[in-house]
């Protein structure tokens, strides 16, 4: 072998080793599978309408919650979230998700480059593989957390990392995520969706595939009926 064939050689073992390493957790699968989906809040929208006495409306929101393998975090568990509030795109995030030691889920959120023109729903799985991101490096205050209630329900924080005078402290809203719901409270009436006392309840619409490179080779049974 010449070197250069050697160090291909090398590169390509090397590469081979960390892709083997890495193997979703029991905890991580059920986590992507159960919150993973195109989801809105529509219903809710009809009752507020209806309903006089709560006197508090909400936000017409949909959401995106896409688990992807990513071209720029080849080795992380990263998932793409899109935000629509009133048919105008709102957040468009990457998710690096990690597990610690006593299962909790953590989430660091890095920013999409919005293309000009971008229609909400418009990426599709192949255009996320080389998504543009604003910086490669998250902010760790905008950490979010996710732990287990039942095992098929999560409940967790996450910071409101977009409104701009809120950057000291971000308000945090509150997740409550069930197989086929997920709700959000918003905790702060400064955020960019509307303040209502009643949490934001939003219905999986249509649910994704987790990327087969993460399923390959595991054999874990989520405790849904999807
Ligand atoms: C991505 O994965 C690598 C390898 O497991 C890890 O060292 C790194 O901290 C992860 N990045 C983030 C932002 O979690
Ligand atoms: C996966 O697990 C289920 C239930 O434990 C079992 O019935 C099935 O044979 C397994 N499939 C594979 C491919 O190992």
């Not at 006495?53 to 979230?81: C, Q």
Request: charged share 20%; with cysteine.
């Amino acid at each position: 072998m010449n070197s250069l064939k050697l160090s291909l050689f090398l590169i390509l073992s090397c590469s081979f080793a960390t892709f083997a390493e890495k193997v979703l957790s029991e905890n991580l699968y059920t986590f992507f599978s159960i919150f993973n989906g195109y989801y809105s809040n529509k219903v809710q929208r009809v009752v507020d309408e209806l309903d006089a006495e709560v006197e508090d409306e909400h936000d017409g929101i949909s959401v995106i919650w896409r688990p992807v393998e990513i071209a720029a975090f080849p080795d992380n568990w990263t998932l793409y979230l899109e935000q629509s509030v009133n048919g105008v795109i709102n957040r468009m995030n990457i998710l690096i998700y990690s597990e610690d030691e006593f299962g909790v889920i953590h989430g660091q959120v890095l920013n999409v480059k919005q293309p000009i023109d971008y229609k909400p729903k418009q990426y599709e799985y192949a255009d996320l593989t080389n998504v543009e991101l604003e910086s490669p490096t998250p902010q760790p205050e905008c950490e979010v957390l996710f732990t287990w209630l039942e095992k098929n329900v999560i409940v967790g924080s996450y910071p409101d990392c977009i409104s701009k005078n809120n950057r000291r402290t971000p308000a945090p809203y509150s997740f409550t995520v069930t197989c086929q719901t997920f709700t959000a409270f918003v905790c702060s009436p400064s955020t960019f969706e509307i303040f209502a006392r009643l949490p934001y309840i939003f219905y999986k619409k249509r649910r994704y595939e987790l990327p087969a490179q993460w399923t390959e080779g595991i054999n874990f049974t989520v405790p849904c009926n999807f």
